[in-house]
């Protein structure tokens, strides 16, 4: 394995920016080129002609071993025995932390260093990972996964077909506040515990978003990112539903997060019908294959399960 400069990976050479199976990994080194603030780094099997690049959290920041939120990792690899033999080698994952790898089927599939780990990989929580089922939404008119995506067809792509709401007047737009973080937390379905709490802090500092804010100045809709450029975690709250809040907050994140750089995509869950039809009315297609994050928990009595769980009397959008 190799550390790399970030740079390198930003190359329209390599085109892996129009790769929709490459987003996470193209949007953290984009938010690595941006001042790093989730403080990742780069790994690849060999350069120039790298066949897998891994990014992960560097050891100064991954310093909590049951941190699932901040110990993340993301994956592109174009040769299954470069990715086996890149998470054989010694070092490129620390499998003594808990940690989550965003990747497809066939990389949950095909997972040797679970796998031979003692790892029961299903789509139930085992002794040591559980598996988050989610459909990846990518802005673009191609199902297949490898088929590059033109971002010249973005802004005819990013057309609401909805109506735009009706804003009560007294609303208005603004991004998220860290003041803002106890009502994310307690809506975000992977939330409502103290480190997830200080990992949507991080992403409210650092990482666009995009709010509605009441008469009080209280968000009643809103959107946030992740360091991997995806878009989430989005909710409205229950009282505030079907009046277009959601469509209207992410087209316009979408186009944010598009003028920095950032391919437009985001993870939805499998059975988020509302959301999944919101994101198809704006141009996002919905790639064939459901994407899922890998759970893993090396002392599975210590350390935590991260399971989605929806707000009390609503369900997660």
């Known amino acids: 394995k190799l550390p790399l400069p970030h740079s390198h990976l930003l190359s329209p050479k390599l085109q892996i920016q129009q790769i929709p199976a490459a987003h996470p990994v193209y949007g953290t080194v984009m938010t690595i080129n941006q001042g790093n603030p989730a403080a990742q780094e780069v790994l690849v099997d060999s350069w120039p002609e790298f066949k897998v690049v891994l990014t992960r959290p560097r050891r100064e920041v991954a310093l909590d071993d ?9 994956v592109y690899y ?13 070092g490129a994952v620390n499998w003594g932390q808990s940690f989550r790898i965003l990747g497809n089927l066939l990389l949950i599939m095909s997972h040797p ?4 780990r003692g790892v029961q990989l299903s789509r139930e929580t085992s002794n040591h990972s559980v598996i988050v089922l989610t459909n990846l939404m990518v802005l673009g008119p191609s199902h297949d996964s490898e088929v590059p995506l033109s971002s010249l067809t973005f802004g005819a792509l990013l057309c609401c077909f909805l109506p735009p709401p009706r804003l009560d007047p007294a609303m208005r737009l603004s991004s998220l506040d860290v003041s803002h973080t106890d009502l994310l937390n307690e809506t975000w379905s992977f939330g409502g515990n103290e480190k997830s709490r200080k990992y949507l802090a991080i992403l409210i500092r650092h990482f666009p978003s995009i709010c509605l804010l009441d008469a009080a100045g209280h968000p009643v809709s809103w ?3 992740y360091p991997f450029g995806a878009m989430g975690p989005a909710y409205t709250l229950h009282e505030h539903r079907q009046r277009g809040y959601m469509a209207m907050l992410g087209n316009l994140l979408a186009k944010r997060l598009h003028a920095l750089g950032y391919p437009s995509y985001g993870y939805v869950d499998v059975e988020n019908y509302p959301m999944q039809r919101v994101q198809e009315s704006q141009g996002f297609q919905c790639l064939p294959n459901l994407w899922y994050f890998i759970l893993h928990n090396p002392v599975p009595v210590k350390a935590p399960t991260l399971t989605p769980r929806p707000a009390p009397g609503t369900a997660p959008t």
């Not at 174009?78 to 010694?90: E, M, Q």
């Not at 260093?113 to 031979?116: A, F, L």
């Open 78 to 90: 174009r040769d299954i025995g470069a990715y086996r033999a890149l998470l054989a080698s010694a």
């Open 223 to 225: 959107i946030a990112s």
């Open 66 to 74: 049951s941190d699932l939120y901040t110990n993340t990792y993301t």
């Open 113 to 116: 260093g679970v796998e031979g």
